[in-house]
């Protein structure tokens, strides 16, 4: 069965009726740029073919009930005309009630739905899949009520019930590349003004997730510090974004900085720079300069931001040590655990699925989860 036609049938059996439409957004994998986009750097993310599904029709009162296939078929429901309070035992709950209340604060022309959502983007992997929801929830009510929103406010407003509502102060990254993404092709956003270029996937290169399984603790607090130390960093060069700083201008002033703070500077400035060659590399479809830059942003993670843990440290040798010059693997995402990524001629997936079946679990204890992507589209209709 596919989602749509989970999404569908729990909500005709659940509330009796037919939904009028059923959107999705995807979950993202991030090729290189990490921890840029709150510094107002550059990210180069593609929307994989895992995502939310979320079936609805309007109701004829002031109430959005909605029901979570994939958390025991839990039930929400709350009133557009009382203020929008957390739910307290239902951490999913959350997302829906975020978004409905910032999506009110933009555009209020809108009344009651039903929604059924279900989901296969890989839960706290780092593969987004709360901003999925926050986006495939925004679309789902955009799209019933016509609202004059596009995909960017909704990527916004995305990111302003996580900011705001749940207590994840992340960076716009996810929410944008579910609203955005492209068929076949990765994104390089510039964080600052919101634009993006879109980078064609060269032929026959396979985009690999493996997930290191580790279990992750911690995330929002050791982030929510990350982001700290950088605005920090931001504060010393007296401007309001590491964007603004040169790597040049950090260079001459570095010993006079808190040492880690100076790391984190250092990762952010030349993960911007690592970034940008990427976009280059991709385009041009030079796996070698992409696996070297990859690596490069690896060490950066693991030495000046400090976001890698050891088993995602061993995954990414594992798979270096097997491609060698043919592609790269860094891990993704905000950290702590969660996938690495990797680019690859397609005819070696097998050989690296090989390799880490073989090896990972011997090194750290741990069995992966192997995925193979396809870089996809951002939010629409089902
Ligand atoms: C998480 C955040 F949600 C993003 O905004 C981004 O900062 C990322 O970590 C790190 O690059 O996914």
Redesign the pocket.
């Known amino acids: 069965m596919t989602l749509k036609n989970i999404t569908e049938t729990t909500f005709r059996q659940s509330f009796g009726y037919d939904a009028a439409l059923t959107v999705k957004a995807p979950g993202r994998v991030?090729l290189i740029?990490?921890?840029?986009?709150?510094n107002d750097g550059f990210?180069l993310p593609c929307a994989i073919d895992y995502e939310t599904v979320v079936s609805c029709a309007k109701r004829d009162d002031r109430k959005i009930r909605v029901i979570a296939v994939d958390c025991d078929h839990q039930q929400d429901i709350f009133s557009l005309d009382e203020p929008i309070l957390s739910h307290e035992s239902q951490q999913w709950s959350n997302y829906v009630r975020g978004v409905v209340k910032h999506l009110q604060q933009r555009d209020s022309n809108f009344g009651g739905a039903d929604l059924v959502l279900s989901g296969n983007v890989p839960q706290g992997a780092?593969l987004?899949s709360s901003?999925s929801l926050e986006v495939a929830v925004g679309k789902a009510i955009q799209t019933l009520y016509h609202l004059r929103l596009d995909d960017v406010a909704l990527a916004l407003n995305g990111?302003e019930a996580?900011n705001q509502f749940v207590g994840?102060n992340?960076?716009?990254?996810?929410q944008l590349i579910s609203a955005l993404g492209k068929d076949n092709h990765a994104l390089l956003i510039d964080c600052r003004t919101l634009g993006t270029r879109a980078v064609p996937m060269p032929a026959n290169v396979a985009v690999i997730i493996i997930n290191s399984n580790v279990k992750r603790g911690l995330v929002d607090s050791e982030?929510n510090a990350r982001r700290e130390q950088c605005e920090t960093g931001a504060r010393f060069f007296a401007v309001d974004k590491l964007r603004d700083v040169e790597l040049s201008q950090f260079e001459a002033v570095e010993h006079e900085l808190d040492p880690v703070v100076a790391k984190r500077v250092r990762h952010v400035l030349t993960e911007n720079a690592r970034t940008l060659a990427a976009a280059e590399a991709l385009a041009a479809g030079d796996l070698t300069k992409m696996g070297i830059l990859m690596a490069e942003s690896h060490a950066s993670m693991r030495d000046d931001f400090e976001i890698t843990v050891p088993p995602i440290d061993s995954l990414v040798e594992i798979v270096k040590q097997e491609i060698g010059t043919e592609g790269g693997v860094r891990m993704t995402?905000?950290?702590f655990g969660g996938c690495v990524v990797a680019l690859v001629p397609t005819e070696r997936v097998e050989s690296v699925r090989a390799a880490v079946a073989e090896q990972y679990r011997q090194k750290t204890g741990l069995k992966e989860t192997f995925y193979v992507c396809h870089a996809s589209e951002g939010t629409g209709l089902c």
């Open positions: 991030n740029g990490e921890h840029t986009d709150y990210v780092g987004s901003a990111q996580e994840c992340c960076g716009i990254m996810d982030y995402g905000g950290g």
